[in-house]
């Protein structure tokens, strides 16, 4: 076996339609398009969204609200989760790259720390933002609250 005797497998390759070539194949006349319309024409393509020319859905529900551009997204870290961290892990200093570490967040994110559940060991946490009742816990059991 060399290059010049290979050959695909029989019944694998198929001849292509050659449509539009007369009548005698089967495939002259209108070339398997059928009759008439926009589809049998060239050039053409449906728009998106058509539905044939009901009201399509982009158009049938109400648009209503408002984005706004210059939102700040913070992802939301709560203090139970970092006792869990202090208490398992035995970490005391809590910085953004801690929580990226330990796949709380992705290194694009903002960070804020958020009041949820109970701080037991004193411990030093630096983010980008805070909520009041986090703060108050965090500085209440002696530890340390910086902003980024």
Do not use: W
């Not at 939102?71 to 869990?84: M, P, S």
Request: hydrophobic share 30%.
């Amino acid at each position: 076996m060399n290059l010049s005797n290979l050959k695909p497998a029989k019944g694998s390759n198929k001849n292509k339609r050659r449509l539009g070539r007369g009548e005698g194949t089967g495939f002259g006349d209108t070339a398997g398009r059928g009759h008439k319309g926009a589809k049998s024409r060239s050039g053409y393509s449906k728009k998106r969204g058509f539905e044939g020319g009901q009201m399509p859905l982009q158009r049938r529900v109400p648009k209503f609200g408002f984005t706004n551009p210059n939102r700040v997204e913070y992802k939301g870290v709560n203090l139970d989760t970092i006792e869990k961290l202090a208490s398992e892990k035995k970490i005391e200093v809590f910085t953004p790259e801690t929580f990226i570490s330990n796949g709380l967040c992705s290194k694009n994110e903002l960070i804020k720390i958020l009041g949820r559940g109970e701080l037991k060991s004193k411990v030093s946490v630096t983010a980008h933002a805070f909520s009041a009742t986090a703060k108050a816990a965090i500085e209440g059991k002696g530890g340390e609250v910086t902003i980024k």
